[in-house]
């Protein structure tokens, strides 16, 4: 059974950190692009990081320079930091592993307060 579970969200105030942690369990993680992804109300869900199986990139322009996606592949966890918080990162933040199935995790909720 596959399993992604995202932790490390919560209220903070703009301009502060987080940093979201996705352990992933039930599939050969090494070999799985991890995405993480937002949705907030109202709004589509957005792709905000991604980090292929061989640790390429890829941020959109509302978090380049402010979020970091990271992988360990010992530990099967996916990591998102998230510095400079904005008010409109407010969402809820879902992890994501991909290699021509998709896996998905809960999410958990940020809130960013100006």
């Known amino acids: 059974q596959v399993r992604l579970v995202e932790s490390g969200g919560g209220s903070v105030q703009a301009g502060e950190s987080l940093r979201l942690s996705c352990v992933a369990s039930g599939i050969k993680f090494k070999l799985y692009a991890m995405n993480w992804y937002r949705q907030a109300p109202g709004k589509e869900r957005e792709l905000v990081a991604r980090i292929g199986s061989g640790n390429l990139t890829y941020y959109p322009d509302s978090v380049k320079g402010r979020f970091t996606i990271s992988r360990d592949n010992a530990e099967s966890t996916a990591y998102l930091q998230m510095d400079r918080l904005k008010p409109e990162d407010t969402a809820v933040y879902l992890c994501?592993?991909?290699?021509?199935?998709?896996?998905w995790g809960q999410g958990t909720q940020v809130t960013v307060s100006s």
């Open positions: 994501n592993a991909g290699n021509g199935l998709d896996f």
